[in-house]
DNA sequence: TATAATTGCACAATCGATTGTGCAATTTAC
DNA sequence: GTAAATTGCACAATCGATTGTGCAATTATA
């Protein structure tokens, strides 16, 4: 059922009946029974206008691309969720693009998103490269969890710097002189300055930190997994490790596991990223708890003003250090 | 830039410039030369179609709806990831809804779908409801993982009634006699399988088995860890804990862990689900694994049959059984 | 009663692509 | 050299909505 149908059943023009479905009747003086005939009709039709001709018509299409690195992984899946849930709030859909944290991929969902004229994108970005991103000037954008600095593309992101600073402290305080951090995806904005809270803090602490140990280079189970043997194999193995995201702190436990040692006497294990299971491990997973609900919302309502032509300052929200079981007093070495 | 600019910069009609572009030029008798000359305006033009326009012309989007009760939950994060990374190979992009396992919010979501044209369906149903999801019959839809038996939508799914049998066959076999179950969803297809597999293995061996127990209603930690505090507050304490899904089993293990009682020595728990972190769990928990990449490959490739109008027969892919270190040999009782 | 103001609605253009058909210009056939 | 066939491209309609403007019919004003 069209429009036009619509009318033609009710012997009018298409135009008095689009004026009355979009709440125009008074603008355009429609008389009321006309306007309570059209809503009948359109009823008892379970007429629906086409939204892609009512797109083309207005250039909006209420649509928003949502570009995320890996949708499997725990955190963007939250993520991904807050993110729909207050845009639908808005009368926005959103068009879901996985880009397996491969640039090439990336660049290829923003040109489809592009082409099918969103009003606006969300994108979690692999990080490495920008250039296709700042080139695309006619959608606003936002960039949630990854950044880059000085490229004026507004973000919201985690606190990521005083959150290991945070970590590689406690782990410190308790003790620990060498202490291995195991990377995710180098260059990357959330990376880096998680490794500028790690260093900062072995730093500060020198006469007690002993040295800088960087390792990995992927936000995967994988990289967790075959880092952690690297470092355990080491002639001076480290007493704690800090592993920057869930995934690469889930390969970690793998390795520690397989190897036979145990946490936190054997080995100390701190995560940046909370889920809902470290509280049940044994012994439970200290964590550095990200603000994924408001990070999402925060997100959202900083596209909105954009779009509403507004000027946004970013986003930087704190996380939460959550203390368990995961580290020792003593480390023996 | 659109067509028409385009067509004034090269001098030409929109015609000829679309029939190139489309690569029709061979049916239309484009010269090469032409040819040759659109396409090198249109690279340095960046040009690139109104995918609004067309999808109004052609009377297709080439997008395609996926409705899911809860994208935070891994089980469906990865079915979607799956699902999107299929759908994109064939050239199609996903238009993402989370119901929060809401029917409202699911009849909500199927309207603005077709409201916006999709092409076609995957819904993972809330599954009480049906009417709403037989009323379309404009698109094409396959069901995943929850079903509506005798509806003739087509769906894929696991083989729920096979997967809990043997894992309560496997319990019994151990020397459980009192096996509780904390179910999902109430009266949805996939619980009312694994609930039929597990009463019917307690039938099967019903020397040895003591009775049926069926707590909770939904896949959430919260019912997991409610269910369990009930269950384990009663006089006659069950030995060994079915739990219908992953996040049931979470809760349920957040609960064990209060109460301050050892798995198994305690208690046997059992997971419908396979998550990667069970193995990492002291004792690691024993599962079944559904098969998710296949659900998801299947599913895309069911509803490109049916938009190829070829008849589907229904998938019941078989789950795989994980035995780990969750459920004792010699429950005490 | 004649004129002005208001009411109520429809015509037709528009958004940006695609496509059936028609018509010169060129080439081929005889 | 003329008719027929082929080549090369453009006109204009179409998809389904929205909207500036215009024009009767009705009501108000003087």
Redesign the pocket.
């Known amino acids: 059922m ?3 149908e619509l009318a033609t059943a009710l ?6 009946v ?2 009355v ?2 709440g ?1 009747e008074k603008k ?4 009321e ?2 306007a309570e005939r059209v809503r009948a009709m359109a009823t008892t039709h379970h007429f629906a ?2 939204q892609i ?2 797109n ?4 909006k299409t209420n649509t928003i691309g949502l570009i995320i690195p890996d949708i499997s992984n725990p955190f963007f899946a939250n993520l991904a969720r807050t993110v729909e849930l207050e845009l639908r709030k808005r009368n926005k859909m959103v068009l879901l693009c996985d880009t397996k944290d491969e640039t090439t991929l990336e660049e290829e969902s923003l040109s489809l998103l592009l082409g099918r004229k969103v009003d606006g994108l969300l994108v979690a970005p692999v990080g490495k490269k920008w250039k296709h991103l700042v080139q695309n000037t006619a959608v606003p954008m936002v960039l949630i969890d990854r950044y880059f600095e000085g490229k004026d593309i507004p973000f919201v992101a985690t606190d990521n710097y005083y959150g290991a600073y945070q970590a590689t402290s406690f782990l410190i305080d308790r003790g620990h002189h060498n202490i291995a951090c195991i990377q995710g995806i180098r260059g990357t904005s959330p990376n880096e300055n998680r490794i500028l809270g790690y260093q900062k803090a072995m730093h500060d602490y020198k006469e007690t930190a002993k040295h800088i140990q960087l390792v990995g280079n992927d936000y995967s189970i994988e990289n967790g997994y075959q880092s952690t043997k690297e470092l355990l194999s080491l002639p001076e193995t480290p007493t704690a490790i800090f592993a920057l995201n869930n995934q690469i702190a889930l390969g970690a436990m793998k390795a520690i596991k397989e190897i036979g040692l145990k946490i936190p006497n054997d080995i100390s294990l701190i995560a940046f990223d909370e889920q809902p299971y470290f509280e049940l491990l044994s012994p439970s997973l200290t964590a550095i708890k990200q603000p994924l609900e408001a990070i999402g919302r925060t997100a959202v309502s900083m596209l909105f003003e954009v779009l509403e032509g507004k000027n946004v300052t970013n986003a930087i929200l704190k996380p939460m250090f959550i203390e368990r079981d995961s580290v020792t007093k003593n480390p023996s070495p």
């Open positions: 069209t429009i036009k012997n009018m023009s298409t135009t008095t689009s004026r479905l979009t125009q355009y003086r429609i008389s029974k006309t206008p086409n001709a009512r083309l018509r207005l250039q």
